[in-house]
């Protein structure tokens, strides 16, 4: 069993080198091979392989960092620690450091001093290495083994490798992940260290960071300053350290040297970070559940949950600081589950997929195998109708029923399974679980607010009773919707009167009774509600589903692996691992007689501004930004081609959520921009890449150096910077293409 894995390997690897090509792919840097590289060169590169990605010495990647071990990316740009991502990676930072007497959102913030850095609410994680461990994994797996029993033995094997690998390290330092490729043909392990201070160190104001706001999010033209600054901690030795007044900044192993010498169409681009999620081997059954049952559900209950805030941040500016966190985690998802349904119809992809799976079926029918592929598609057919019955009561459990605040607190801090509620059971540490817990409602009530969450209550409770099968609906709320005709306003109303749970301060003293017992979480009408939601998902939704996950698992892997065997082009599918893409800065056209330049300029920020007061409307301009652009007051960050000053620019690089904050590098390994979204005519692009149409959108590094520089003053931090001012000669480097194999296309698809 295990050479015939080895054999796998073999013929998985060998294909994802022979059939590169330069616009789609979100490759392992550490699987750089020639074929790769040499297309890497033909769109321009000036660095070797080693410059990229070396496990024993300084290169590319040790100056990209995983935020929080993955929800975005940062890269070191200065030998002090100095930390460059996207101003929505750090928002939650931001966020949490202001109140309505430093309003940080509205009006920005900058340390002037390392003195004045603000605690940030996330660690950073630099890899380490990268190591193929699918034998170890794989270990004990048989052929015809359950899906059930195959799966154990994985996990089993799994968790004996990371232990080995944790012996002696702090987890607070030191991570190990094992992950899965190509549905769980191949497996990798990737070893982290976690440097847990950092802090704030610029950002500004979301006039300029957010411009644009939901109208322009997704969308080209774009104009949005979208970047925030950070530094990263160590102790004296220059090791991961918890927060101390005491750490000094981080000396990395490299830090990008950031170019100002300007972007041109064609010039080389390459991304490196940490893409969360694509299902870019989802087939054309998978494609029509999500168009037609799962994303119109997640919009509408969004939506809805939208409104609600927005209503109550329009009214206070307490609240809007309170939820501007929030309201953008749900908006963004939003706004990305409509353009994606869009786009998946508009661009046809339900047909594309349908077109593979015919080839796939005449590559398994026409060619002799040591293993058949027939059940694959049948498989995965059959798992996908089967599990449909089951997507609208998880849809609605997840965006709806955990949607409310007040539900998942409960849930995740009063349950049965929780300290508290084991330790009043049990009656012993209560102390300790009721300190604990403090700590932990002090954090979550701090950015709450009872009316929103009240409205919430009743709005989703409405929602899961009208959309959602009866035989979905748990016994108690099955009653109580009778009894209200499914209107559940009035109980929200009175819950929130009578609730202990509603603010801090109730909280505390419904926490400190000293006769709180187990009964009095178990009377709460929510925790009754919660637990029974609990009890019907898990026996009706997730257990009768998981046959059908399996068959999903088996026929998918199975589908993957003669993918890889018939020479199609597909890295594995993103899963918050370090990976790089290639490409180019392009323009595009996305329909007919309409075409889009490669980059904007600040005079668009000004053609979009709304002439208003509010400094929280999307499209409001600062008065000093005003003043710089009118006096053309751009310094040496200014397009040396017509004076104007740059804000955004495109590439062809292939990126997903968790890519943002990522580096734009040029030819030479030098920053050139940050990355942040993508583009709303590609929006099927984490399904079906579309080459033609599929751009990256980054902010260009010289308006972020103007920002810290000319509107902020914040010249320190340009100092601390290694900025390059011209453009590189093109000469390749020496040995660059040595032993370089000729390209080999990849087939096409009929």
């Known amino acids: 069993m295990k050479n015939l894995f080895k054999i796998t390997l073999s013929i998985i690897l060998s294909f994802q080198f022979l059939f590169t090509k330069a616009d789609e792919g979100m490759w392992l840097p550490m699987l750089l091979g020639d074929a790769t590289y040499k297309n890497m060169v033909e769109c321009g590169i000036r660095l070797t392989p080693e410059q990229i990605y070396n496990a024993n010495s300084s290169s590319l990647k040790d100056a990209i960092v995983a935020l929080g071990g993955g929800f975005c990316t940062g890269e070191v740009i200065s030998d002090q620690g100095l930390m460059l991502t996207n101003h929505h990676c750090g928002f939650g930072t931001i966020q949490a450091n202001s109140n309505t007497e430093h309003d940080y959102l509205t009006d920005g913030f900058w340390a002037m001093n390392k003195k004045d850095e603000l605690p940030a609410d996330f660690g950073v994680w630099f890899l380490n290495e990268i190591s193929d461990v699918t034998d170890q994994v794989l270990e004990g797996v048989e052929v015809g083994m359950s899906e059930d029993d195959r799966n154990k033995a994985i996990q089993r094997n799994m968790r004996a490798l990371s232990a080995k690998a944790m012996e002696g390290k702090n987890r607070d330092d030191f991570a190990v992940k094992v992950k899965s490729f190509y549905y769980g043909n191949l497996y ?63 000396k990395p192993k490299h830090s990008l040297p950031v170019s100002i010498a300007g972007v ?54 307490k609240v809007r600081i309170q939820y501007a966190s929030k309201f953008a985690r749900v908006s963004n998802y939003w706004k990305y589950f409509i353009g994606q349904s869009e786009q998946l119809v508009k661009n046809n992809v339900q047909s594309k997929k349908e077109k593979i799976e015919s080839s796939f079926t005449k590559w398994y029918t026409t060619n002799n195998s040591e293993e058949t592929y027939a059940e694959a598609l ?82 989703v409770l409405n929602l899961y009773y009208n959309d959602v099968p009866s035989e979905y609906h748990p016994t108690l709320f099955a009653e109580m919707g009778e009894k ?86 597909k890295a594995s599918d993103a899963n918050s691992t370090m990976r790089f893409t290639y490409g180019n800065v392009l323009p595009y056209d996305p329909a007919d007689a309409v075409h889009y330049d490669f980059y904007t300029t600040l005079e668009g920020v000004m053609q979009k501004e709304v002439n208003t007061e509010d400094k929280n409307h999307e499209f409001y301009v600062p008065q000093k930004l ?9 310094g040496p960050y200014a397009r040396k081609e017509d004076g104007k000053l740059p804000v955004g620019f495109l590439s062809n690089n ?21 990355a942040f979204d993508g583009n709303w005519e590609a929006m099927s692009g984490d399904i079906y890449f579309e080459p033609n149409i599929q751009r990256t959108i980054s902010v260009d590094v010289r308006y972020t150096l103007f920002i810290i520089d000319k509107y902020a003053g914040a010249t320190h931090l340009i100092d ?19 032993n370089m194999p000729e390209p080999v296309l990849s087939p096409t698809m009929n």
């Open 264 to 317: 041109q169409q064609g010039d080389y681009a390459m991304i490196m970070g940490y893409p969360g999620s694509t299902d870019r081997f989802l087939t054309s059954w998978g494609v029509k559940e999500a168009v037609e049952v799962e994303q119109p559900a997640r919009v509408k209950i969004r939506r809805i949950k939208l409104d609600i805030m927005e209503e109550q941040m329009n009214k206070s500016q």
């Open 720 to 738: 601390e910077m290694n900025i390059i001012n011209d453009r590189h000669d093109e000469e390749k480097v020496e040995g660059q293409q040595s």
């Open 626 to 634: 005003k003043d710089l652009y009118d006096s053309k007051d751009f």
């Open 378 to 459: 049948p498989l995965i057919q059959k798992a996908i109708h089967g599990e449909s019955k089951y997507t609208i009561p998880s849809v609605y459990f997840q965006e709806a029923i955990y949607g409310s605040e007040i539900m998942r607190f409960i849930a995740r801090n009063l349950g049965s399974s929780s300290n508290l509620y084991s330790s009043l059971s049990s009656g012993e540490g209560v102390k300790e679980a009721k300190e604990k817990i403090s700590d932990i409602a002090r954090a979550y009530y701090k950015d709450y607010n009872a009316t929103i969450d009240q409205n919430t209550l009743a709005a």
């Open 188 to 250: 990798y392990m990737f070893t982290y260290n976690i440097f847990n201070d950092v802090r704030l160190v610029g950002a500004p104001p979301s006039s300029i960071g957010k411009f644009g706001g939901d109208t322009d999010n997704w969308m080209w033209p774009r104009h949005t300053g979208d970047f925030t600054m950070f530094r990263i901690y160590a102790d004296s030795d220059n090791n991961p350290s918890a927060y101390s007044n005491d750490n000094q900044p981080l």
């Open 484 to 569: 209200n005709k499914g209107d559940f306003t009035d109980f929200a109303n009175k819950y929130f009167k009578k609730s202990p749970f509603t603010s801090f301060e109730k909280f505390e003293e419904w926490l400190n009774n000293e006769k709180l017992s187990t009964k009095h979480i178990d009377k709460d009408p929510v925790f009754q509600l919660t637990s029974e939601f609990f009890a019907v998902f898990r026996n009706k939704v997730m257990t009768p589903s998981s046959a059908f996950k399996s068959d999903y698992n088996n026929g998918m892997r199975l589908f993957v692996k003669g993918l890889q065997k018939m020479g199609m082009n």
């Open 654 to 674: 292939d990126i997903t959520g968790g890519n943002s904050g990522s580096p734009v590098i040029n030819a030479h390994g030098e920053l050139i921009g940050t």
